[in-house]
Each structure stands twice: as structure tokens, then as C-alpha cells.
């Protein structure tokens, strides 16, 4: 089972708008609509910040928005702050084959 | 407050086994389904395996399939993973997760698992 794909970096000056795309097939992530999103520090636990492509769980501020369009799924950060700097993020979806695939993740860097 | 640590990690030889525990509290843990998850030092998130909310039912990655086992004990709100026939690739910090729509909703803070002659 292939991985999905991300950009290994990704940034952005404070207030703008980054996005991070995320690159699966038909039979993922353009056939299911569980695809997740999560945010990671150094030496922590990863947090779930985006499910079911554009749900974000409670306490997870607006800022954070999830869409999809054919195989590609995106994460908008927008009004990047310095607290979003050094983060790791994935995203992940579940497959046809009955498993859950992560894309290799995306360094966030606030200028 | 959901909470969920894991225990069970250690060193271990190839070919050897281990069995991570993840005790559950703050939630009905019978009513969901649960996730293990896994991360090489450095290296990204991978999906190991996850078990529906009655433990009659599971899946596996691909990698560990016919290798390790995930099951569970409601009365104990205790999940499990026995790992069998370890590789050094399976060497990783092993993530307990409360399932939410095939994500992890919640997560441990870990248990590190390491293969190495």
C-alpha cells in the first residue's frame, strides 16, 4: 500500500494562509470520505485536527479547514500563528484494502 | 478527561515478541472502536492495526499482517497488541488511539518498542 503524498515543507509569514495538499488515488482518498488531518510537535503525541475531510473536533480552532477534490485532499492554515511554527503534519485516509494510509508529512515553518 | 497510556515497551531481539497494553479511562470503552499506531525515530505516522468496539472484528497494515494480534478486554477497558516474529523495522514508538470515522481521536503519549541484536 502506497503512502500519500505531501510536501516535505510548507510555510508562511504570521496572519497569511498556507495549504498543504495531500495526493492519494481513487482508491483512498478519491473513493472514502475519511481523510484526516493531524498536527504533531517534537517529542508529543500527534493531534487530530481535521476528520471526514473537513471536520475539526471540538477545541480545534477555525483556522484550520479541510477539503477535497478528486484524489488530493488539503489543509488551509490560515492566519498562520507563531505557535503553528515547527510542527509536523499529516494527513491520512482510509483505503479500499480495508487499512489507513498517512501521507510522509509536512514541516510547518511561520516565517 | 479521556486518557490513554500505553505500557509494555521495551528491547527486545529479532524475532522475538512483546505485548503493549493501553489502558482506557474517560470514555465508554466498549462503544468504540480503537486503534494502534507507530513511529520510527525521525520517521513518519503509520497505521498498524485498529478493532471494532466488540472485538469480533479487525484490521491489519499490510506490514504486520500474520504477525501481530489486537484484541481487547471491555471489562478491563484494556486494549491490546501482541507482536510476534519482531523485525528491527518494527522499531518505533507504538501509539494507542480512540477511534473516531478511521481517525484517531485521541491518542497515548507512547511506548517505545525497540528490535535490535
Known amino acids: 500500500q502506497s503512502a500519500l503524498t505531501q510536501p516535505p515543507s510548507a510555510s508562511g509569514s504570521p496572519g497569511q494562509s498556507v495549504t498543504i495538499s495531500c495526493t492519494g488515488t481513487s482508491s483512498d482518498v478519491g473513493r472514502f470520505n475519511y481523510v484526516s488531518w493531524y498536527q504533531q510537535f517534537p517529542g508529543k503525541a500527534p493531534k487530530l485536527i481535521i476528520h471526514e475531510v473537513n471536520k475539526r473536533p471540538s477545541g480545534v480552532p477555525d483556522r484550520f479547514s479541510g477539503s477535497k477534490s478528486g484524489n488530493t485532499a488539503s489543509l488551509t492554515v490560515s492566519g498562520l500563528q507563531a505557535e503553528d511554527d515547527g510542527g509536523d503534519y499529516y494527513c491520512?485516509?482510509?483505503?479500499?484494502?480495508?487499512?489507513?494510509?498517512f501521507g510522509g508529512g509536512t514541516r510547518l515553518t511561520v516565517l | 478527561e479521556v486518557q490513554l497510556v500505553e505500557s509494555g515497551g521495551g528491547s527486545v531481539q529479532p524475532g522475538g515478541s512483546l505485548r503493549l497494553s493501553c489502558a482506557a479511562s474517560g470514555f465508554s470503552f466498549r462503544d468504540y472502536w480503537m486503534h494502534w499506531f507507530r513511529q520510527a525515530p525521525g520517521k513518519g505516522l503509520v497505521w498498524v492495526s485498529r478493532?471494532?468496539?466488540?472485538?469480533?472484528?479487525?484490521e491489519y497494515a499490510d506490514s504486520v499482517k500474520g504477525r501481530f494480534t489486537i484484541s481487547r478486554d471491555n471489562a478491563k477497558n484494556t486494549l491490546f497488541l501482541q507482536m510476534n516474529s519482531l523485525r528491527v523495522e518494527d522499531t518505533a514508538v507504538y501509539y494507542c488511539a480512540k477511534d473516531t470515522y478511521s481517525s484517531g481521536e485521541y491518542w497515548g503519549q507512547g511506548t517505545l518498542v525497540t528490535v535490535s541484536s
Open positions: 491520512s485516509s482510509y483505503t479500499a484494502t480495508n487499512q489507513v494510509i
Open positions: 478493532i471494532k468496539f466488540d472485538g469480533t472484528y479487525a
